[in-house]
């Protein structure tokens, strides 16, 4: 796969229908490259993903990408990033997004855990992105950390955007290209995804769920490894309490409930609805449910329980040190993320197939051409998550 270099590309100082001049190439993934474009008749940045040549000349991946756009271009929420246009260029399929600039939630947690406060807002905005995106009868089913982008805005603080359709069913969607196929993160796939069973709103829940826990004590609920061993434990064990992982936090009752409920194994005993979660979350002290507005993620308040245990040291030092962890990075275009393996990992339900190097690799069921032997990070450009 010899795809031109960013000193020989020559898409850029191109122009694509007659309105987005291609600006300059930001990164390159397995599937895809993505460019800072401008919009010319309002000279606003955007951002332009195409997919790989190779790619391109895969019907599957051609409808897996136009899945992907479609879905996007539902979306008009302030917490999902959407797409603006769709078209192809030289038999090159292109989608038009978003420019987003910041840190991703897993930048964040490179300092250890997010406040309270600060992950339980994250949170709600997450889940009211998700509840509008759900509305559209699109499933996100790779919910994590890497696709969870934090931007500052004057004014409102800290917003939180969900990133990277690129695995989303849609639910009038029939392609035939993802029947009992098993598609995710590892660690964030609920059971009934490692089965290739029907997905719904419950399994994005459940990834959030696992996302929640992660952001409150900075650790996976699960770890292993190998991946065999990890899908095992997201069908089998229950996950740790966070009282046992971080006791000194002082975590309620309710909070431990209702991340249980959000990680349950069978989708029907999970919550039905983001609207429903989020809720739960206001029932268990996390400060009011934020929906479908956004909220600054320093608003949030976490109510102190008086039967939650007493930190070894005093609450107001707790929070200052997470706090000074937790600053945002002064970084202008996104952050690396930890090293992940290749975006696309043959497996079939039946006989896991599983590289060594796990923790962050996304699993799709199918042939791919593999990438470069060389390390990948991970990298927010715009509204494109990819692999470099």
Same mark, same amino acid.
């Given at each position: 796969?010899n795809?031109?270099t960013?000193?020989?590309d020559?898409?850029i100082g191109?122009?694509l229908?007659?309105r987005?001049r291609?600006i300059?190439?930001?990164a390159?993934g397995?599937m895809?490259?993505?460019y800072r474009?401008e919009?010319?008749?309002?000279?606003k940045s955007v951002?332009?993903?195409?997919?790989?040549?190779w790619?391109?000349r895969?019907?599957?991946?051609?409808?897996?990408?136009?899945?992907?756009?479609?879905?996007?271009s539902?979306?008009?929420?302030?917490c999902?990033?959407?797409?603006?246009?769709?078209?192809?260029?030289q038999?090159?399929?292109?989608?038009?997004?978003?420019?987003?600039?910041?840190?991703?939630?897993?930048?964040?947690?490179?300092?250890?855990p997010?406040?309270p406060?600060?992950a339980l807002?994250?949170?709600?905005?997450?889940?009211?992105g998700?509840?509008?995106?759900?509305d559209?009868?699109?499933?996100?089913?790779d919910i994590?950390p890497?696709?969870?982008?934090?931007?500052h805005?004057? $004014?409102?603080?800290?917003?939180?955007r969900?990133?990277?359709f690129g695995l989303?069913?849609?639910?009038?969607?029939?392609t $035939?290209i993802?029947?009992?196929?098993?598609?995710?993160?590892p660690s964030y796939?609920a059971?009934?995804?490692?089965h $290739?069973?029907p997905v719904?709103?419950?399994?994005d829940?459940y990834?959030?769920?696992?996302?929640?826990y992660?952001?409150l004590t900075?650790?996976k609920?699960?770890?292993?490894?190998?991946?065999?061993?990890?899908?095992?434990?997201?069908?089998?064990?229950?996950?740790?309490r966070?009282?046992d992982?971080a006791?000194?936090?002082?975590f309620?009752?309710?909070?431990e409930?209702t991340?249980?409920k959000?990680?349950?194994?069978?989708p029907?005993?999970?919550?039905q609805?983001?609207t429903?979660?989020?809720a739960?979350?206001?029932?268990?002290g996390a400060?009011?449910?934020v929906?479908?507005?956004?909220?600054?993620?320093?608003?949030?308040?976490?109510?102190?329980r008086?039967?939650?245990p007493?930190p070894s040291?005093?609450?107001?030092?707790v929070?200052?040190?997470?706090?000074?962890?937790?600053q945002?990075?002064?970084?202008p275009?996104?952050l690396?993320a930890?090293?992940r393996a290749?975006?696309?990992?043959?497996?079939?339900p039946?006989e896991l197939?599983?590289?060594?190097?796990?923790s962050?690799?996304?699993v799709?069921s199918?042939s791919v051409?593999p990438p470069s032997?060389r390390s990948?990070?991970?990298r927010?450009?715009?509204?494109?998550?990819?692999?470099?």
């Amino acid at each position: 796969m010899n795809e031109p270099t960013s000193v020989t590309d020559p898409r850029i100082g191109s122009v694509l229908q007659e309105r987005y001049r291609i600006i300059e190439r930001l990164a390159a993934g397995g599937m895809g490259v993505v460019y800072r474009g401008e919009r010319l008749e309002v000279g606003k940045s955007v951002a332009i993903k195409f997919l790989h040549a190779w790619a391109a000349r895969d019907d599957d991946f051609r409808k897996r990408f136009q899945v992907e756009a479609r879905a996007m271009s539902r979306l008009t929420h302030p917490c999902c990033v959407s797409v603006i246009d769709f078209g192809v260029d030289q038999e090159s399929p292109y989608m038009v997004m978003d420019f987003v600039t910041g840190d991703t939630l897993r930048g964040l947690l490179r300092d250890g855990p997010l406040p309270p406060a600060r992950a339980l807002s994250a949170l709600r905005q997450v889940l009211a992105g998700l509840a509008h995106a759900h509305d559209q009868g699109i499933i996100h089913r790779d919910i994590k950390p890497e696709n969870i982008i934090v931007t500052h805005a004057v $004014g409102l603080g800290e917003q939180v955007r969900i990133l990277d359709f690129g695995l989303a069913k849609l639910r009038d969607e029939v392609t $035939g290209i993802t029947s009992g196929m098993m598609l995710g993160t590892p660690s964030y796939m609920a059971p009934e995804q490692i089965h $290739g069973e029907p997905v719904g709103p419950p399994t994005d829940l459940y990834a959030t769920g696992v996302l929640l826990y992660e952001l409150l004590t900075g650790k996976k609920p699960f770890n292993a490894t190998s991946n065999a061993e990890l899908l095992r434990m997201q069908r089998e064990v229950t996950p740790p309490r966070l009282r046992d992982v971080a006791p000194d936090a002082g975590f309620s009752a309710e909070l431990e409930a209702t991340l249980a409920k959000a990680m349950e194994k069978a989708p029907g005993d999970r919550f039905q609805s983001a609207t429903e979660f989020l809720a739960a979350l206001e029932g268990a002290g996390a400060g009011p449910a934020v929906f479908p507005g956004v909220a600054g993620v320093g608003d949030a308040t976490v109510t102190p329980r008086p039967s939650s245990p007493t930190p070894s040291r005093p609450r107001e030092e707790v929070l200052a040190t997470r706090n000074a962890r937790a600053q945002p990075r002064v970084t202008p275009v996104g952050l690396e993320a930890e090293a992940r393996a290749p975006e696309a990992l043959p497996v079939v339900p039946t006989e896991l197939v599983v590289k060594k190097e796990e923790s962050e690799a996304t699993v799709r069921s199918g042939s791919v051409p593999p990438p470069s032997a060389r390390s990948r990070s991970r990298r927010m450009w715009g509204g494109a998550a990819v692999i470099t």
